[in-house]
């Protein structure tokens, strides 16, 4: 979804390197997700925040670190990049509905990640 | 913690035959979503289902949630190549706040 961007698109980096994703979003919303793909694993969440000063851990975290800068802005941190944190990531955003129903989820196009 | 479980991981069918995915979760869900992911793509939205024992239908694509309200299925009459992609629930647990747990997705592939 054009709305929801992030950056960089691919990124090959090295073991105990510093790593920064970024996702931006125009849609206004007030949630935002961060997620890793792998192959037979699905779509794990790592992080989340419904608001500028809000975050949560999701349920796998370690090793992760995020911030939330503004309502448009949710940033990933690896800080110290492993190999098996080599994925395709991605950034989602929604909004509430209302009472006992929730928005759907709107992803960026992801970021493919390797690490050596 | 919620697991929620998809089968089959794999699925090939040619063209015009049906395809069903099944989605079982551990815990009972408030409402569940079914996602569709191209090749090389994102996740995108299809559906939500909230009530239990809901069917709803998109043109080829029916959507049923069980009706404990632990299970879902999609299922895709008569197939076409625009149907390849990986499918994926996803629910939120009853009372467990508004965390959405993916399932493992089935990627099917159409043959002509």
């Known amino acids: 979804d054009a709305d929801v961007t992030q950056t960089p698109r691919n990124r090959i980096t090295k073991t105990g390197k510093r790593i920064m994703l970024e996702c931006s979003q125009t849609?206004?919303?007030?949630?935002m997700y961060w997620y890793r793909q792998d192959p037979g694993l699905g779509l794990r969440l790592i992080y989340y925040?419904?608001?500028?000063?809000?975050?949560n851990k999701g349920e796998i975290s370690d090793g992760y670190s995020v911030s939330r800068q503004a309502q448009a802005k949710f940033s990933l941190s690896l800080e110290s990049a492993i190999p098996n944190q080599t994925a395709l990531y991605f950034c989602?955003?929604?909004?509430?509905?209302?009472?006992?129903?929730?928005?759907?989820?709107?992803f960026g196009p992801g970021t493919r990640l390797t690490v050596l | 913690g919620q697991q929620v479980m998809q089968i089959p991981q794999y699925q090939h069918v040619q063209e015009g035959e049906d395809f069903t995915t099944y989605c079982n979760s551990s815990?009972?869900?408030?409402?569940i979503q079914w996602y569709k992911q191209r090749p090389g793509g994102h996740p995108v939205f299809l559906i939500q289902?909230?009530?239990?024992?809901e069917v709803k239908k998109q043109k080829r694509l029916t959507f049923q949630f069980g009706e404990a309200k632990k299970n879902s299925s999609l299922h895709i009459t008569a197939t076409q190549t625009t149907d390849v992609g990986t499918y994926f629930c996803?629910?939120?647990?009853?009372?467990?706040?508004?965390?959405?747990?993916f399932g493992t997705g089935t990627q099917l592939k159409v043959e002509l």
């Open positions: 989602a955003t929604s909004d509430l509905a209302g009472s006992g129903s929730y928005n759907e989820q709107f």
């Open positions: 849609k206004g919303h007030d949630r």
């Open positions: 925040s419904f608001d500028v000063k809000d975050i």
């Open positions: 815990t009972t869900l408030s409402n």
């Open positions: 289902l909230v009530k239990s024992g």
């Open positions: 996803a629910g939120r647990r009853t009372g467990g706040g508004n965390k959405l747990t």
